[in-house]
């Protein structure tokens, strides 16, 4: 079992920054990719960005390329989400989640890709 919990969220104004992490617990943290995911009221969860295992490959969704930066220690156990530049419609839950398959890489964007999730943390941009 791999436990995910996310910290970090909060309100911002449009323009400024935030910081999430996600520590896991469990399992071998370096055996996993690792993503995040995001879900605003009324909408489809949506992929934002993911990381491999390694820390050396990594995918960003097209709104968040150039704004977002993922990175990860493995000293620690967390992945942590930079989010600069946030606007409006960045607001939504951001889900944590880990993927123990090999073959993450090929279907990143799905939810069923990843084995594991945290309980969201809310993040409120206000214009």
């Known amino acids: 079992q791999v436990q995910l919990v996310e910290s970090g969220g909060g309100l911002v104004q449009a323009g400024g920054s935030l910081r999430l992490s996600c520590a896991a617990s469990?399992?071998?943290?370096?055996?996993?990719?690792m993503g995040w995911f995001r879900q605003a009221p009324g909408k489809e969860r949506e992929f934002v960005v993911v990381?491999?295992?390694?820390?050396?490959?990594?995918y960003y969704g097209d709104s968040v390329k150039g704004r977002f930066t993922i990175s990860r220690d493995s000293a620690k156990n967390t992945v942590y989400l930079q989010m600069n530049s946030l606007k409006p419609e960045d607001t939504a839950v951001y889900y944590c989640?880990?993927?123990?398959?090999?073959?993450?890489?090929?279907?990143?964007?799905?939810?069923?890709?990843?084995?594991?999730w945290g309980q969201g943390t809310q993040v409120t941009v206000s214009s």
């Open positions: 990381i491999s295992a390694s820390g050396g490959r990594t």
């Open positions: 989640a880990a993927s123990l398959r090999s073959s993450w890489y090929t279907q990143y964007e799905t939810s069923r890709t990843y084995d594991y």
């Open positions: 469990g399992r071998t943290f370096s055996s996993y990719a």
